[in-house]
């Protein structure tokens, strides 16, 4: 791994170019403390016996790119980070919204990890001495915790070690010898992110969801009853949400052909950027939303599509759609031209064939993946 990351020592670390470094201590009130520092200052500190580590090293893009394949994510999910650790200096117990994973480089550190049963799938990170989110209160289970609990378990990690540490686990960490070990940190999404991000994207849609909320708290019967209207117009939202609009499958292997029926994908939109009427052109953004890695294709069309396009633009996700309406729509577009645009928004997510998709392809937990 050391031949392969080409850094094995501290002073390997603060060559790489066009990174950041930080210096990790603790700080007041025993809490810890990440600054960043020039790579020529975090020397210093490091010679004091401070921890130091590196974050968005270019070198380091292909590797990141190899786990967010491995993992079926995108690559803004995962940054690779390289800790350096002084002998005895203990990293105190914590615990983080990302998944790691940890290959120790050189040195011996020992690591210990528990569940977090006090907030368990957290969404805030959190250690002892600082004050508990107020968010996190609605779900913690029991006092916060001032030490690791009971039932941790120990690892000591070597040159050449493997350790996955998951996501909103406690783990406190101390290194007995000159230790430099790399980290991808995957701060994954969450279903509450999944399910909100959706939300928002098909809210957005209707005007009703984007005006000013003015005085939408106070205590009479006229914001009771606007409340409960937006709660009856929720529902009726969640009810044609699919989750063929969150989970994007491969397109068909086959091209489109006239028979097919399609239905107006969510979580998607049509932009008209530009219309050159000189050569009867335009310009369209077609976007498919996502956490991070939402997609936009730009295509330039003969000014009759437009009308196809608005047709589809404007459809409710779920609503039906096929080549007839498209056609009686832009009545000049030719068949030949009418199925090329259905592949176009097909390939785009804008729009999917009727029905379930073909392949459901088998999910592998992150734990199998690692072996």
């Not at 016996?49 to 394949?69: C, G, L, N, W």
């Not at 969404?123 to 004050?131: R, S, T």
């Not at 010898?177 to 849609?205: C, Y």
Request: charged share 20%; net charge negative; proline share 9%.
């Amino acid at each position: 791994m050391i031949d392969t990351l080409g850094v094995g020592s501290v002073d390997d670390l603060l060559a790489l170019r066009d990174s950041e470094v930080f210096v990790w201590c603790i700080g007041p009130e025993a809490r810890t403390v990440a600054a960043p520092v020039s790579a020529r200052v975090a020397r210093t500190f490091y010679d004091a016996s401070m921890t130091i580590y590196t974050r968005k090293v270019p070198a380091f893009v292909d590797h990141e790119q190899s786990v967010a394949e491995a993992l079926g994510i995108p690559r803004a999910l995962v940054s690779c980070e390289l800790f350096c650790n002084r002998p005895g200096i203990l990293t105190s117990m914590h615990f983080d919204l990302s998944d790691v994973i940890t290959i120790q480089l050189t040195g011996r550190k020992t690591w210990r990890i528990a569940p977090n049963e006090f907030s368990p799938n957290p969404i805030d990170g959190w250690a002892p001495g600082n004050a508990v989110p107020a968010e996190t209160h609605a779900y913690t289970r029991t006092a916060p915790p001032t030490e690791m609990p009971a039932n941790a378990t120990t690892y000591e990690l070597v040159p050449g070690s493997v350790l996955y540490v998951p996501r909103g686990y406690w783990h406190e960490t101390v290194p007995h010898e000159d230790s430099l070990s790399v980290h991808f940190v995957i701060p994954a999404p969450t279903r509450l992110d999944a399910i909100l991000g959706v939300l928002q994207t098909e809210l957005s849609r209707d005007e009703r969801w984007r005006q000013p909320a003015y005085r939408f708290d106070a205590a009479d019967a006229a914001t009771l009853t606007r409340l409960a209207d937006d709660y009856a117009a929720l529902h009726e939202v969640i009810g044609r949400l699919d989750p063929r609009d969150v989970v994007r499958f491969p397109p068909p292997d086959q091209p489109p052909t006239p028979d097919l029926d399609y239905v107006r994908c969510g979580r998607s939109a049509i932009g008209i950027e530009r219309i050159d009427a000189d050569h009867a052109t335009a310009e369209i953004t077609l976007i498919a939303y996502s956490f991070r890695d939402t997609r936009t294709t730009t295509l330039n069309v003969g000014e009759k599509y437009l009308p196809a396009l608005a047709l589809v633009k404007n459809l409710s996700p779920g609503a039906a759609i096929d080549l007839g309406d498209l056609r009686t729509t832009a009545p000049t577009l030719t068949e030949a031209e009418t199925l090329v645009l259905l592949a176009q928004l097909e390939k785009a997510y804008i729009v999917r064939r009727a029905g379930a998709p073909d392949r459901v392809p088998a999910a592998q937990p992150l734990e199998a993946i690692l072996g």
